[in-house]
């Protein structure tokens, strides 16, 4: 066991670049797979729900999300522009976690029972919305890492990449 964790160590700095990747491509898809849903029930669905949470602009920001979460996906999901993707993206998770979720406290699963018919759920909580807003937060601060534009842009435009610049400034070691 000390010979595998020793091995696991060892491979800190190789493992700690390629940590983002499986967040953007998490991330991305859930976006985007929200987005295609929402846009799959038509573009006057959502807004219609927006209305009847009682929010502003019901039309405009129905569609705002939508396309928010289509093409917010695709930037996370390719690593483009991650922080600027992310803020509009972060704002939706926001509004949802206070306007829909916050009611039903934290939990995003409430199993409430399983029958011949299969599992039943309440309501979801905000948690799944904490998860996303962190998974931004850390791509924000990590940066997009490996096979991303965003890397792409930094090794054509010279840029020093993030973990050198935090060396630099004495936050790592």
Do not use: N
Request: glycine share 10%; hydrophobic share 55%; proline share 8%.
């Amino acid at each position: 066991m000390a010979g595998l964790l020793s091995r696991i160590l060892a491979c800190r700095p190789l493992l700690l670049r390629w940590a983002p990747v499986p967040l953007r491509l998490i991330v991305g898809y859930g976006f985007l797979a929200h987005g295609l849903a929402k846009a799959a029930r038509g573009f006057d669905a959502f807004p219609a729900i927006v209305e009847a949470m009682g929010l502003p602009l019901p039309h405009l920001f129905g569609w705002l999300t939508i396309l928010v979460e289509i093409f917010g996906g695709l930037a996370i999901l390719m690593g483009a522009l991650v922080p600027l993707a992310s803020l509009p993206m972060a704002i939706i998770l926001l509004v949802a976690a206070f306007t829909v979720h916050l009611p039903y406290g934290f939990s995003s699963i409430k199993l409430q029972a399983v029958t011949a018919a299969g599992a039943t759920f309440g309501p979801p909580g905000y948690e799944t919305d904490l998860l996303y807003l962190v998974c931004l937060l850390t791509l924000v601060m990590a940066g997009a890492g490996p096979l991303s534009i965003d890397e792409l842009l930094r090794k054509r435009l010279g840029a020093v990449p993030p973990d050198q610049t935090l060396r630099h400034v004495g936050i790592r070691g």
